[in-house]
């Protein structure tokens, strides 16, 4: 049985040094800051976030479920990407059982640490990730709606 996500202290503070890190540009370069618009605040609040590229779009996975950066991104449909002073704004779209499956399997294979909280195992079918998408959204990234304002602004 997957793991629970939970939010430890240890969690919280290994999340802040690695947002502090993709602030400065010196995380790894495969990690950006996903920033969302608080669906009650109407403040920023980023996250870091590994995106995947999979059949040449990338996406986002909330591997640990329908934590707040997912409910704030279902609310507004658009975020900012930021690594350092680059900063891009994007439009996300959540993705069906169907094409979330395959980005989920890819998703635990690049990122192990994930893999305690999905059922399916690196080498299982992708029919497995399938089942697995009502528990780990994805959002497939698309270029930000225009007119409309943007997570960070």
């Known amino acids: 049985m997957a793991r629970t996500y ?16 993709l602030t400065a540009g010196l995380a790894p370069r495969s990690y950006v800051l996903v920033t969302t ?17 999979h059949r ?18 279902r609310a507004d449909g658009t975020a900012t990407l930021s690594r350092g002073r680059d900063r891009q704004h994007v439009g996300l779209v959540e993705c069906g059982p169907d094409e979330a499956g395959p980005v989920l399997k ?10 305690p909280y ?3 195992e690196v080498d299982d ?7 697995e998408s009502e528990h780990h959204p994805v959002f497939r ?6 007119g409309q304002s943007t997570a960070g602004e």
């Open 37 to 53: 618009t608080g669906r009650r605040t109407g403040q920023a609040r980023s996250t870091p976030v590994r995106p995947v590229t």
């Open 106 to 115: 890819e998703y635990i294979r690049l990122v192990p640490i994930t893999r």
């Open 125 to 131: 079918p992708v029919d497995r990730f399938i089942a």
């Open 6 to 21: 939970r939010s430890s202290r240890s969690r919280r503070i290994a999340n802040s040094l690695i947002k502090a890190a």
């Open 141 to 146: 990234i698309v270029d930000a709606p225009r």
């Open 56 to 73: 040449e779009k990338r996406y986002l996975v909330a591997p640990y479920g329908a934590v707040p950066w997912v409910v704030n991104a």
């Open 118 to 120: 999905f059922d399916a």
